[in-house]
């Protein structure tokens, strides 16, 4: 897809800069670094980071940023905080390279170095890893359909710099893999950000296709005639009143082919949501464009899996449809067979949601042989109502498998917080 904000570049090894370029210095500020770690940096910029601590310039808040001036290789150096080290988690990290990422911007820059010993020091694993998804989330800009802007660098290279030659270069798999998922992220988001105009249910088809051709995925894309002779009811009478008709994508990854186990992912893809006759309000309708981001984050998953090439097998399902109003329309009191044989009368045709995830998660225990089986859903406002941006809720029937999502959750600061599905 199209441009969208400023890409960061990792390279290491070079031992000196040219002159103008500015020096990141990230640094657990409580306890005091080591006074051996602060005369190694301090060595290549003339004392820089010992007088910014010296005068409290950095404080202990994540991600406060500190400048200063030399007249050496580095003409510019900028001490960035990573607050107390006890209770430094990889969230932080990104936290401190994101506004690190965007004073770069703001400055329009176009390289830096980065003294990575101040991250290799703190007792997050993999510190590198997470400085290197900071800065490129932060990067990101939906400037798909915009002019470029001038005064914003399109590209920045960042010099990892030690006082250990081999150390940069030992790194370098942590930071490749770091920008992989941030790559795979930043994908995910510019699909959701697309209008519905733009990303309709046959414009993402195509683009899983196109997913697929670069990836090497299997992709198979099901049309409104196969839909029909499946029975998948639910997914058609959502879409029937759009000009462009429902489809269920599938796109399978196999990183893993002696083994079993597969897990299977439903996304939501309603690229556009008016609700249908059970109009919805017209405050906040142009964000409905979002109801896509379940199947866009699936798709997300499926390219972060095979350019980090994980050991597992996947296949991603995406109902894609667009809820409109028109004289195809379904109404309130129609009367649906679903792909399982239960009949579902519509009170309210907004509800969409559950009528294209029920078809897909039908098809997915009949077709796909799941050995867990997650539906990822922009479903109900409900949940923002309850659990703000803090949270996204989870719903299960397998504790061993919520447990899991949930410390993946708290890993990534992805929280998830369980909310009941009891037969009440």
């Known amino acids: 897809m199209a441009h969208n904000g400023t890409v960061f570049e990792f390279g290491g ?20 670094p080591p006074m051996q770690m602060l005369a190694q940096v301090d060595h290549i910029c003339d004392d820089a980071i010992s007088e910014l601590l010296d005068a409290g310039a950095l404080g202990e808040k994540v991600g406060r940023l500190a400048h200063t001036t030399r007249s050496g290789n580095y003409r510019r150096i900028l001490a960035v905080s990573l607050g107390e080290g006890q209770r430094l988690e990889p969230h932080h990290v990104r936290e401190a390279a994101a506004r690190t990422a965007e004073w ?79 790559e795979a992220i930043n994908y995910t988001r510019q699909l959701a950000q697309q209008p519905g105009n733009i990303i309709h249910p046959a414009a993402l088809a195509a683009e899983a296709r196109k997913l697929a051709r670069q990836h090497k995925l299997k992709c ?64 906040g309708l142009a964000g409905l464009k979002f109801d ?18 994980l050991k597992c097998n996947i296949t991603g399902l995406v109902a894609a449809a667009e809820n409109m109003v028109s004289r195809d329309a379904y109404r309130p009191g129609d009367i649906i067979r679903m792909m ?34 997650i539906d990822i859903a922009t479903l109900t406002g ?13 719903m299960s029937n397998n504790d061993e498998l919520c447990g899991q999502l949930g410390e993946c959750g708290r890993r990534t600061r992805e929280r998830l917080w369980r909310l009941p599905l009891w037969d009440d």
Not at 13 to 32: D, E, F, M
Not at 352 to 373: F, I, M, N, W
């Open 104 to 182: 770069l911007i703001d400055e329009g820059l176009s390289a830096a170095g980065v003294w990575i010993d101040g991250l290799l020091a703190c007792r997050v694993a993999e510190a590198t890893r997470e400085w290197a998804i900071g800065m490129a989330l932060a990067g990101y800009r939906f400037d798909a359909h915009k002019r470029p802007d001038k005064k914003k660098p399109a590209k920045i290279n960042m010099i990892l710099r030690s006082r250990e030659a081999n150390r940069a270069s030992r790194v370098q798999t942590q930071v490749r893999d770091g920008l992989r998922l941030a």
């Open 382 to 394: 409900g949940v923002r109502v309850a659990l703000g941006t803090f949270a996204a809720g989870i």
């Open 292 to 309: 896509k981001t379940g199947g866009c984050t699936v798709m997300g998953i499926l390219k972060a899996a095979a350019l980090l090439k």
């Open 220 to 283: 198979t894309v099901i049309e409104s005639p196969k839909l029909k002779q499946l029975g998948m009811n639910g997914l058609l009478s959502v879409g029937q009143g759009a000009t462009h008709a429902s489809r269920l994508i599938q796109l399978g990854y196999r990183g893993a082919p002696g083994s079993h186990h597969r897990t299977v992912l439903v996304g939501k893809a309603l690229t556009f949501d008016t609700g249908g006759y059970s109009i919805k309000p017209s405050a």
């Open 13 to 32: 090894g070079q031992k000196t800069a040219s002159r103008g370029k500015v020096l990141i210095v990230p640094l657990v500020i409580k306890p005091p």
């Open 340 to 373: 399982n044989g239960k009949t579902v009368e519509v009170t309210n045709t907004d509800a969409e949601g559950r009528l294209v995830l029920a078809d897909a998660l039908t098809y997915a225990q009949k077709h796909c042989k799941p050995t867990s089986l």
